[in-house]
């Protein structure tokens, strides 16, 4: 049948080629339309069927729009982060909401119960750190990027914008309980507006939570060396180098001003519009406003000790609402932070030390010292999106040195929702918060615990991920 059809397609073909003029090619596109028409006419019954299918396995996200359910998890340790554990209780999930939570908690009737006897219910955990859903492929594929715009300063640019709603990223990253992350633009002196997104949707405001919560500043550095004085302190650092950073530095400064006096003069517009002059829309100061009137927090992204005190004296002058990211020395101005009441998110637990003479596990207790200073933080991958997956690990890294258990527990949950003022919607299982909840086996800042189920806003989520698709399809070759 196949070999008939193309046969005659062919013979078709060759007899529209022998018309004249434009009558030929219209013709001949006719001919081919109706040869590929003829092919697809022959293909097997079911082609289609399995192509789907074959789809939907390598794009879970089109499972998890289901609409939010009612659920009752019983017989479960319930690990409120915020309050003690229950060792023997209930938490009922309805409208997308946490609406009961305790040893008691009644469910309302029709709601798909979850015997959960010897597991452990735990907030989902929250990374305040990376660039999730904006890279897919961070090297070799540029097209899959989108963390920076062109130019210094860019206040307008917004993460939420340009995430990604179908990285493979998602779903691999709630597999291990993390449900949340702070998705940050980079580079320039401005990188943009950071989103605080949930870890499921299906468009770009499915994802974002909050679609912009704070700005990100990198804020201007010495190069070479590193804080604290002496000679290699001062390596590669020039007149030139600290002229150049002064220079950038006060071009921040008069945008930020110019911004502030900005959003003044749309108040006063906004206050009397028939006698004060309409002020020039001006993008870049219209988003830069809020956060130059300490309405809303920035991001400074700081490691080295230097780095840290200047982002605070600059904070302080311009009256800004900072947060330190990074901090890997953060352990030696604890006492500036806690006078100040700056939090850090700690984005370095797992990696090695900034200096050469650093003991090991300068790092690894670097969140343990910040604790015992009362100094405000949390702990991040700083991950682009592959690994914020390990977060977990990093939590577990800070408590193996010094962390106590319950306070690494916090660093992942409680304080990144502090942080960022979302601390009345997550971070912990209480009555009214939204049902980002994580079911486990064990643990979960252990290696060997399994998540056995997982909701985002009341949504169950398949525990499908691109690692588990690749482990059902290699697992039985021999």
Not at 260 to 283: F, H, I, L
């Amino acid at each position: 049948m196949k070999r008939i059809q193309n046969i005659a397609a062919s013979k078709t073909i060759r007899r529209a080629r022998a018309m004249p003029g434009g009558l030929k090619r219209v013709a001949v596109e006719a001919c081919a339309l109706a040869a590929c028409l003829a092919l697809l006419a022959a293909l097997p019954s079911g082609f289609f069927a399995r192509t789907a299918s074959a789809q939907d396995i390598v794009s879970p996200v089109a499972q998890e729009t289901s609409a939010p359910g009612t659920y009752v998890i019983r017989n479960a340790r319930i690990m409120t982060v915020s309050g003690p554990d229950i060792e023997n209780g209930t938490l009922v999930i309805s409208g997308g909401k946490i609406t009961g939570v305790g040893a008691n908690a009644s469910a309302p009737a029709g709601a798909t119960e979850i015997d959960a006897r010897g597991l452990f219910v735990y907030p989902g955990m929250i990374d305040a750190g990376t660039s999730m859903a904006l890279v897919e492929i961070g090297s070799g594929a540029p097209g899959t990027v989108d963390t920076s715009e062109l130019g210094d300063m860019n206040p307008n640019a917004m993460a939420w914008v340009a995430l990604n709603p179908h990285s493979a990223h998602l779903d691999v990253t709630r597999f291990a309980g993390v449900t949340n992350a702070v998705s940050l633009p980079q580079g320039g002196i401005i990188s943009g507006q950071a989103a605080f997104i949930n870890l499921n949707g299906t468009t770009q405001r499915e994802l974002a939570l909050i679609p912009t919560i704070a700005l990100v500043v990198n804020f201007p550095t010495l190069g070479g060396g590193g804080g604290g004085g002496g000679f290699a302190a001062q390596q590669g650092i020039t007149p030139d180098a600290v002229s150049a950073r002064e220079r950038r530095v006060d071009e921040l400064r008069r945008m930020l001003r110019d911004a502030e006096a900005y959003g003044r003069a749309q108040d006063a517009y906004a206050r009397d519009e028939k006698s004060v002059p309409r002020p020039t829309t001006d993008v870049k100061l219209a988003a830069l406003a809020p956060y130059a009137r300490g309405e809303r927090p920035v991001i400074f992204r700081a490691d080295r000790e230097r780095d840290i005190r200047a982002s605070l004296r600059f904070a302080e002058e311009m009256k800004l609402k900072p947060i330190i990211l990074g901090g890997s020395e953060a352990w030696k101005v604890t006492s500036l932070l806690k006078e100040k009441n700056v939090a850090v998110v700690l984005d370095g637990v797992l990696n090695l030390p900034l200096r050469e003479d650093d003991a090991y596990d300068t790092l690894y207790e670097n969140a343990s010292k910040l604790q015992a200073a009362g100094v405000r933080f949390a702990i991040s991958t700083g991950d682009s999106g592959a690994h914020v997956r390990d977060l977990p690990f990093h939590a577990g890294m800070a408590a193996a040195y010094g962390l106590p258990r319950n306070e690494a527990l916090k660093a992942v949950t409680l304080y990144p929702a502090q942080i960022m003022g979302v601390a009345d919607r997550l971070g912990s299982l209480e009555a009214g918060k939204i049902a980002n909840v994580v079911v486990t086996d064990g643990d979960i800042l252990e290696a060997r615990t399994n998540v056995r189920h997982l909701f985002i806003a009341g949504r169950q989520i398949p525990l499908v991920s691109r690692h588990t698709l690749l482990y059902d399809q290699f697992k039985d070759r021999k």
